[in-house]
């Protein structure tokens, strides 16, 4: 007889599939019995307290991180809920985990890793079609998009299709660190090919296997985009990630003033590094408008943040003419200045009269900067030579080595606070163990995106903001800052423990929210209580019943 190929167990089996709405074994008898489960699981019902202790449990036998990436992802499409409450329950541990820096290397194997199709694959092929593929997606209430060409994926390079694991990413970020829920979220990969040859020769990758098409068929491709999902997601915020810098300068400009959107490699990490600055200042007593800062790297990352300090420092009463005059910029070819002819348009602003230079430790000898900010990607580039320089100028030099993954830093936290004498105020892009020296044990700071973007994306979602200015970066990094304890300072520690991660982006949301209210630009009315407010939007990760 042949078998049978009757659906009427279907729906019962699907339940258990679909991980949003999956609990497992935390199923009660009831539930089992009135939707047809009963003998599809274990006879024993089990809380989430002890399926996340199995879960542990299976972790503490994986031996590196990438097996722990590979089988939480895993958790994730079997239960969602479990997934969350897995992440949620330790920050610290499990961030560097399902992101930076563990995310790299899954970028790296992505298609030799990948399982289920997680988020949507917008290809340059789709051009025309756009619209009708977004209504493909099951949610039509979708409140985040993030969207990435995979052409600059963390210190990395051209991923192409790789690159879809940082918008999966970064969006669950914003559920485990700020609470935004999950179904209003929604990983895109836009496939404009790649020119890395090693890819188009993978039997194993995921995209398309030709090179990147022309800037004008991008930016077609994009725009296109932009307006279906105005129209498909109405209400949705647009964030880019992880595009090229030219790219990602230029697609901000275009649209940071038309739709909701925004860049995190640009805002989220000038928003980081302004964290850092702030809790700085609170050690050296200074004022932000009072401060010279150095980039070395002059990319979409090193001016986003010069951007965000000068309107930091406007705020605080110079002039843009005033403020950009304390920022200076260092690039593979040397200083920024005005006699150099490759400078591209978002640099200009910075070239400032110097004798041309390839010298960095001479240029802060020179420019006699108060910090320095490595976004360089060049290991090593702070060199002990440029640590004891500024250490000579700054009785406590503020040193931000940001680029990542950790062999890309700039420098350690061991080198800045030895060749410092110990008076560095230290962060890194990258989490760097506790350092001792002469007696002391310091603190290294992680400079992480995932400090404020959270934040920034919870007051949005909460608000329904209609844009996103910089404004509300720069009020993500004064609350995540004003949460930096005295004893914390005193160890080193720039940045809030990652372990309280869900309280620091909640109450740095209400700061948030408070500048969205103040610009006007918040889609309901201001609540009574700001705070009550935000935390009401909060996802837990609880089963609710079945």
Same mark, same amino acid.
């Not at 499990?94 to 899954?106: H, N, Q, R, S």
């Not at 090229?244 to 003033?257: E, H, K, M, P, S």
């Not at 680029?403 to 962060?427: I, M, Q, V």
């Given at each position: 007889?042949?078998?049978?190929?009757?659906?009427?167990?279907?729906?019962?089996?699907?339940?258990?599939?679909?991980?949003?709405?999956?609990?497992?074994?935390?199923?009660?008898?009831?539930?089992?019995?009135?939707?047809?489960?009963?003998?599809?699981?274990?006879?024993?019902?089990?809380?989430?307290?002890?399926?996340?202790?199995?879960?542990?449990?299976?972790?503490?036998?994986?031996?590196?991180?990438?097996?722990?990436?590979?089988?939480?992802?895993?958790?994730?499409?079997?239960?969602?809920?479990?997934?969350?409450?897995?992440?949620?329950?330790?920050?610290?541990?499990?961030?560097?985990?399902?992101?930076?820096?563990?995310?790299?290397?899954?970028?790296?194997?992505?298609?030799?890793?990948?399982?289920?199709?997680?988020?949507?694959?917008?290809?340059?092929?789709?051009?025309?079609?756009?619209?009708?593929?977004?209504?493909?997606?099951?949610?039509?209430?979708?409140?985040?998009?993030?969207?990435?060409?995979?052409?600059?994926?963390?210190?990395?390079?051209?991923?192409?299709?790789?690159?879809?694991?940082?918008?999966?990413?970064?969006?669950?970020?914003?559920?485990?660190?700020?609470?935004?829920?999950?179904?209003?979220?929604?990983?895109?990969?836009?496939?404009?090919?790649?020119?890395?040859?090693?890819?188009?020769?993978?039997?194993?990758?995921?995209?398309?296997?030709?090179?990147?098409?022309?800037?004008?068929?991008?930016?077609?491709?994009?725009?296109?985009?932009?307006?279906?999902?105005?129209?498909?997601?109405?209400?949705?915020?647009?964030?880019?990630?992880?595009?090229?810098?030219?790219?990602?300068?230029?697609?901000?400009?275009?649209?940071?003033?038309?739709?909701?959107?925004?860049?995190?490699?640009?805002?989220?990490?000038?928003?980081?590094?302004?964290?850092?600055?702030?809790?700085?200042?609170?050690?050296?007593?200074?004022?932000?408008?009072?401060?010279?800062?150095?980039?070395?790297?002059?990319?979409?990352?090193? %001016?986003?943040?010069?951007?965000?300090?000068?309107?930091?420092?406007?705020?605080?009463?110079?002039?843009?003419?005033?403020?950009?005059?304390?920022?200076?910029?260092?690039?593979?070819?040397?200083?920024?200045?005005?006699?150099?002819?490759?400078?591209?348009?978002?640099?200009?602003?910075?070239?400032?009269?110097?004798?041309?230079?390839?010298?960095?430790?001479?240029?802060?000898?020179?420019?006699?900067?108060?910090?320095?900010?490595?976004?360089?990607?060049?290991?090593?580039?702070?060199?002990?030579?440029?640590?004891?320089?500024?250490?000579?100028?700054?009785?406590?030099?503020?040193?931000?080595?940001?680029?990542?993954? %950790?062999?890309?830093?700039?420098?350690?936290?061991?080198?800045?606070?030895?060749?410092?004498?110990?008076?560095?105020?230290?962060?890194?892009?990258?989490?760097?163990?506790?350092?001792?020296?002469?007696?002391?044990?310091?603190?290294?700071?992680?400079?992480?995106?995932?400090?404020?973007?959270?934040?920034?994306?919870?007051?949005?979602?909460?608000?329904?903001?209609?844009?996103?200015?910089?404004?509300?970066?720069?009020?993500?990094?004064?609350?995540?800052?004003?949460?930096?304890?005295?004893?914390?300072?005193?160890?080193?520690?720039?940045?809030?423990?990652?372990?309280?991660?869900?309280?620091?982006?909640?109450?740095?949301?209400?700061?948030?929210?408070?500048?969205?209210?103040?610009?006007?630009?918040?889609?309901?009315?201001?609540?009574?209580?700001?705070?009550?407010?935000?935390?009401?939007?909060?996802?837990?990760?609880?089963?609710?019943?079945?």
């Amino acid at each position: 007889m042949a078998p049978s190929n009757s659906l009427a167990h279907r729906p019962a089996m699907e339940l258990l599939q679909e991980p949003r709405l999956n609990k497992s074994t935390a199923f009660v008898d009831a539930e089992r019995e009135r939707l047809g489960l009963t003998g599809l699981l274990p006879d024993v019902v089990e809380s989430e307290d002890i399926q996340l202790k199995r879960v542990l449990q299976q972790l503490g036998h994986k031996t590196s991180d990438i097996d722990r990436y590979i089988y939480l992802v895993g958790l994730l499409d079997h239960n969602e809920t479990l997934f969350y409450r897995t992440t949620m329950s330790d920050p610290a541990r499990f961030l560097p985990i399902v992101y930076d820096p563990t995310v790299g290397e899954a970028c790296l194997k992505f298609g030799h890793i990948f399982r289920r199709p997680r988020g949507m694959y917008l290809s340059i092929k789709h051009k025309g079609r756009v619209k009708e593929i977004l209504r493909n997606w099951p949610d039509s209430d979708v409140r985040f998009v993030c969207a990435t060409s995979g052409e600059r994926i963390l210190g990395l390079g051209d991923l192409g299709a790789n690159g879809m694991g940082i918008p999966i990413g970064k969006l669950q970020l914003y559920t485990a660190c700020a609470g935004v829920p999950p179904q209003v979220l929604l990983p895109m990969m836009i496939d404009f090919g790649t020119n890395n040859e090693t890819l188009l020769n993978d039997p194993l990758y995921l995209g398309i296997r030709e090179p990147r098409v022309s800037i004008a068929e991008r930016d077609a491709f994009v725009e296109e985009f932009v307006q279906a999902v105005q129209e498909v997601f109405p209400g949705c915020c647009i964030h880019f990630e992880d595009w090229a810098g030219v790219d990602a300068v230029r697609l901000l400009d275009r649209y940071r003033d038309k739709v909701c959107c925004y860049n995190d490699d640009i805002q989220g990490t000038a928003g980081a590094a302004l964290v850092g600055l702030f809790s700085a200042l609170r050690v050296t007593g200074g004022k932000l408008r009072d401060q010279r800062v150095l980039f070395l790297g002059a990319g979409s990352a090193g %001016t986003g943040i010069a951007g965000m300090i000068v309107e930091g420092m406007m705020l605080e009463g110079l002039s843009e003419v005033e403020a950009r005059s304390r920022i200076s910029m260092f690039d593979v070819n040397g200083l920024i200045e005005p006699s150099r002819k490759d400078l591209l348009d978002f640099q200009k602003p910075y070239a400032h009269k110097h004798t041309p230079s390839k010298d960095f430790a001479a240029v802060i000898e020179s420019i006699k900067p108060t910090a320095i900010v490595g976004v360089s990607t060049c290991a090593k580039a702070f060199d002990q030579r440029v640590i004891a320089t500024m250490a000579r100028i700054n009785r406590r030099p503020i040193i931000f080595a940001l680029s990542n993954p %950790t062999d890309h830093a700039e420098c350690t936290a061991e080198e800045a606070y030895k060749w410092s004498d110990g008076r560095a105020l230290f962060a890194a892009g990258v989490p760097f163990a506790p350092v001792s020296y002469n007696g002391k044990v310091f603190v290294p700071g992680q400079g992480n995106n995932l400090y404020v973007f959270p934040a920034v994306a919870l007051a949005v979602y909460a608000t329904q903001a209609k844009r996103v200015p910089d404004e509300l970066f720069i009020a993500a990094a004064h609350g995540v800052a004003d949460q930096v304890t005295a004893a914390e300072l005193d160890s080193g520690l720039l940045y809030p423990p990652q372990s309280n991660i869900l309280t620091t982006e909640m109450q740095a949301a209400v700061r948030v929210a408070e500048a969205i209210f103040q610009r006007g630009l918040a889609g309901v009315e201001k609540p009574a209580d700001m705070a009550e407010f935000i935390a009401s939007h909060m996802y837990k990760p609880e089963y609710a019943p079945a």
